[in-house]
């Protein structure tokens, strides 16, 4: 762990202790140097030293000498080597003088050696720094005059004697130096303050023959210091101090950059503990232009009358790009580091003082060793030629990283994990030539060991073969192209397929996925990219069906009630070019509903951008209440013309400040929310035969004073059929209407007739409210015999006498003005009797029941007469599975949840709307197009729920009586393709 610890230092009996500074010769030989003071030393300071020998510290035999029975400070120290240690610091000669202390440790004791003094005034040292025996420099302060103003103070050992150097000051200011640090004889950099109409910072260079100012910059107009300089080359250099702002007297820290032309500040980090406001960086120590540390305290508020009493360690690193702060280990409520020194890479010391338990004042030691850095995992190894993968390392030894390389080239950046930056970075790759690379990471204790990242160039596709299969999907494919070696997916269009051979970089072999029919871009996907589409990466699946669904929330705000909006360009929509003349029956099925009372949802389906057909569902009467929309059309197509088939959505009217949704629930949670699927379906029949029939019609109805029993055709011109049957088979009858009253109260049933007779019939609700349309699906199948003629027609009726009031079919118009209302259709598909038959259909004209529901846990709605059992095909094929109740409810505020489940697991629902009111059933609908595998299939049955708990409460299925007999619910599977 890259962390500080504390190593046990020693103390000068009971007396108030503090280390100052620190010079290190190695790891194993170090001396800090200091002050003690106490009773036994009568309250003044006396000059303290303390060894590091590589193990512990301990106060050395032979102390530094005092040079007087008043104070003796000693402010820092420099080593040359074991035996040529030096410190410097100042003593008070008595009334109030005071005079340059410097002291040398020679290998076995410490000696005051002669140091200069300017005349008159005081003199002090802060700063010492040394380049060999013969060139050794200390730095700070003197008085021309007592009480006048301070002139810098710069002194050198030649080897034989110290002599005082001439420097430069700021005119007219006070000018102080605190700290020296030389990178050669001809390269030293000296720091501190000068005070004139305001506190600047003061940075002073000698270039080998004379010292000279140079400019540094300052924050703000409040007061900056620098108490301490570390020199590197010539071009790069570091000084840290603090910088006062002049709105609320606290102090930041302050850090300044050389870089051979000119001084900078360089962003630097502050704490914020609670009541700690200043932040001071009393020293550095910097090692490489990666590497640099920092360190000083942050105290709670002071004036110049009333000190602070409280500080807080203050470390920070710099990694070659940004300052970071490391945790600190504090001792006390007192802490400060006033020096910090790097006695190998990786290795850092740093010293200051704690007040103990009692409240004395003790010397402070603390180390930080980095490990070198090692990675155990992480994920993305691999990546474009182009670079910008993010790749997560996880490891240990993180926290004081310099460099992330991949090969020789760094990452183009790197960060930190912000709760565990020790053990995890992610690292951007930059761009590197296809092939894999060793991948380090590097701190100042070194180099990991290498793992690994791969580069990839972007894959080509240059061929499919063959250039087309049957939409079923499962026939053996070809992938040709460059670089395709390490795919992760193949796509067919929007299908992804993730399991598949690379016999190379030049080919991929596969089995083909089911797919709607249409012509797709095949891609493929490596670490390196995906493939460019274009003419050489199509291909065709073959058939007559498809069927997108999405099982996403949408929301449309502000609809201004004309336009239509897309409601999911990827996912709702289909292009194909059919391969022979055809017609195409194209359904929508979504969940509508409404966030605001008042604005009712027309949903829709545009083939090349125009308007073909299209519902308005009700939310006329509440909100926040689904209901189970279904649109239908036929469509006729032409050879060899593309075509794209959308499904759309709008308001029926301006709706600013209004939303509109599609998609019930969720009704599950993990991994994504699941809501009721919303479902583009698309069926290709011949341009003529038997196998399609329609009747359709852009008319609005009314059907005044029903009595709510007779059953009166809707449009027997428009909205009828002939139909002669031929062969043997099973019809499958849909009626689609937008149904609404003018007055509320009183709902409206729709039947398809055959012959006179009705054979299915649903109620749609208006009970609720009025001039609010439900996009009502009748569903009905009936067996017809060879040659026979079948008359088909849509019925309608109130569901109780209903003098005096008017119901009615067709929303709209639209356009606006116009007298096309939303199309009312009456469909017929039909299928011969086969073995294994093609179509299995399950009715009931029961009425259910469902109390209590919990609003999670499906039920079948009738285990013997909704469900069907024993599906078996030899070969895959589609299923096409709808099924069709009137829903209601007797208790408002919950609604009615209808799905399809194919053995025990949901693959259709919708939510139908009884939030508004009571009594008032809709005609619910949900349809599906399912893959079916060889086998056999258990089961597929009709489940109901309400949409939330509901304790007390009970929905219902089956609308009526009608002489005697509800209205049907009904379950109907089409196996299309199956053998």
């Known amino acids: 762990m890259s962390s500080w610890n504390a190593a046990a230092s020693p103390n000068q009996g009971s007396a108030h202790n503090l280390l100052t500074a620190i010079a290190p010769i190695s790891t194993g030989d170090a001396w800090a140097v200091g002050i003690f003071r106490g009773s036994a030393t009568n309250g003044v300071d006396k000059t303290m030293a303390v060894h590091w020998d590589g193990s512990s510290w301990s106060l050395s035999g032979s102390q530094p000498e005092n040079l007087s029975t008043s104070d003796n400070d000693l402010n820092a120290a420099a080593a040359v080597s074991s035996n040529n240690v030096w410190a410097v610091g100042d003593y008070n000669s008595g009334a109030g003088l005071w005079q340059t202390m410097i002291q040398q440790w020679n290998g076995t004791t410490w000696k005051t050696v002669p140091s200069a003094n300017r005349p008159s005034g005081s003199n002090f040292l802060f700063g010492a720094a040394a380049t060999g025996p013969t060139d050794v420099w200390a730095v700070g302060y003197y008085y021309a005059v007592a009480g006048g103003t301070r002139s810098t103070l710069i002194e050198h050992f030649n080897g034989t004697s110290w002599s005082t150097v001439t420097s430069p000051n700021v005119p007219s200011a006070s000018n102080s130096l605190f700290a020296v640090s030389a990178s050669s004889p001809t390269d030293v950099w000296a720091v501190g303050r000068s005070l004139g109409t305001a506190e600047r910072t003061l940075i002073e260079h000698y270039d080998g023959s004379t010292w000279r100012i140079v400019p540094s910059p300052n924050t703000g107009s409040g007061a900056n210091d620098l108490f301490s300089v570390s020199v590197l080359s010539s071009n790069a250099a570091w000084a840290v101090g ?47 232009p990666t590497s640099a540390w920092a360190v000083g305290a942050s105290y709670s508020p002071s004036t110049p009358t009333t000190p602070p009493t409280t500080a807080q360690l203050l470390t920070a690193h710099w990694n070659g790009s940004a300052w970071s702060i490391p945790p600190e280990l504090q ?105 894999t690379v060793p991948l380090t990471v590097t701190n100042d204790a070194g180099v990991s060991q290498p793992s690994s990242f791969t580069y990839y160039r972007r894959p080509v596709v240059t061929g499919v073969s063959p250039g087309h299969a049957p939409e079923i999907g499962g026939n053996s494919i070809t992938i040709t192209g460059s670089d395709l070696r390490g795919a992760t997916r193949v796509n067919f269009g929007e299908v992804g397929l993730l399991y598949f051979g690379v016999n190379a970089d030049g080919s991929i072999t596969l089995d083909s996925p089911p797919h709607c029919i249409g012509t797709v871009d095949v891609t493929v996907t490596t670490p390196g990219g995906t493939s460019a589409i274009g003419s050489a990466d199509l291909f065709t699946f073959d058939g007559d069906l498809c069927s997108k669904a999405s099982t996403k929330q949408y929301m449309l705000p502000n609809s201004d009630g004309a336009s239509w909006v897309e409601m999911d360009p990827d996912l709702l929509s289909v292009t194909l070019t059919p391969s022979s003349e055809t017609r195409a029956l194209i359904s929508g099925n979504a969940d509508l509903w409404t966030l605001t009372a008042g604005y009712n949802q027309d949903l829709g389906i545009t083939v090349n951008g125009s308007l073909v057909a299209w519902k308005e569902s ?161 569903l009905g199948a009936v067996h017809m015999r060879s040659g026979a003629t079948y008359k088909l027609s849509l019925q309608w009726k109130a569901n109780q006498d209903a003098e005096g009031a008017t119901i009615a079919a067709g929303a709209g118009p639209i356009p606006s003005g116009s007298s096309t209302y939303s199309p009312t259709r009456l469909t017929l598909l039909f299928y011969p009797t086969t ?85 008032s059933p809709n005609a619910a609908y949900v349809e599906g197009t399912f893959l079916l595998p060889p086998g056999q299939m258990d089961i597929i049955d009709l489940e109901w729920k309400a949409n939330r708990n509901a304790p007390g409460a009970t929905i219902w299925a089956g609308a009526g009586p009608v002489s005697g007999q509800f209205s049907p619910t009904r379950l109907t599977v089409e196996l299309l393709g199956c053998t």
């Open 835 to 919: 073995t294994p038959a093609l179509i299995k259909d399950a009715v009931s004209t029961q009425q259910y029941s469902l109390p209590n529901s919990d609003g999670h846990t499906w039920q079948r709605i009738d285990p013997t007469l909704l469900s069907i059992n024993n599906i078996s095909t030899r070969t895959p094929c589609f299923l096409v599975v709808r099924a069709n109740a009137d829903l209601w409810t007797d208790t408002p505020g919950y609604n009615q949840d209808l799905a399809i489940a194919m053995s025990a697991y949901l693959i259709g629902w919708k939510e139908s709307g009884g939030f508004a009111g009571t009594y």
């Open 331 to 435: 001792t006390s409520g007192w802490n400060e580091f006033n020096g910090v020194a790097v006695t190998a890479p990786g290795n850092v010391w740093a010293v200051g003082d704690f007040v103990d338990n009692i409240g004395t004042l003790e010397t402070l030691t603390e180390n930080l060793c980095v490990p070198v850095p090692t990675i155990t995992g992480g994920s993305n190894g691999s990546g474009p030629v182009a670079g910008g993968t993010e790749v997560t390392l996880i490891g240990s030894g993180f926290r004081f990283v310099s460099a992330v390389n991949f090969g020789s080239v760094p990452a183009r950046s790197f960060t930190w994990d912000p709760y565990d930056p020790d053990r995890f970075i992610k690292a951007i790759a930059p761009p590197g030539p296809a092939g």
């Open 618 to 778: 009700g939310g006329f009467a509440g909100t926040f209440s689904p209901n189970a929309a279904f649109v239908q059309t036929v469509v006729p197509m032409t050879v060899g013309v593309t075509y794209r088939v959308a499904l759309v959505w709008k308001t029926n009217k301006p709706a600013s400040g209004a939303t509109i949704a599609a998609g019930a629930g969720p009704i599950a949670a993990y991994p994504d929310p699941t809501f009721s699927p919303t479902r583009l379906n698309l069926s290709l029949f011949p341009a003529t035969g038997a196998s399609l029939a329609t009747a359709t019609s852009t008319a609005q109805y009314f059907l005044p004073n029903s009595d709510g029993t007779t059953w009166t055709d809707l449009d027997p011109g428009q909205l009828g059929l002939t139909y002669v049957a031929p062969a043997d088979g099973t019809a499958i009858l849909g009626g689609n209407a937008d149904l609404w009253t003018s007055r509320a109260g009183f709902n409206q049933d729709l039947a398809i007739a055959v012959n006179g007779s009705v054979v299915a019939w649903k109620e749609s609700g208006g009970f609720a409210g009025t001039f609010s349309p439900n996009a009502a699906f009748v």
């Open 242 to 288: 603090d910088s006062v702002s002049p709105t609320t007297g606290h102090a930041s820290t302050l850090v300044e950059q050389w870089d051979g032309s000119a001084w900078s500040i360089v962003p630097s980090p502050n704490v914020n503990y609670a009541g700690l406001p200043d932040n001071y960086f009393f020293s550095i120590a910097a090692t490489s």
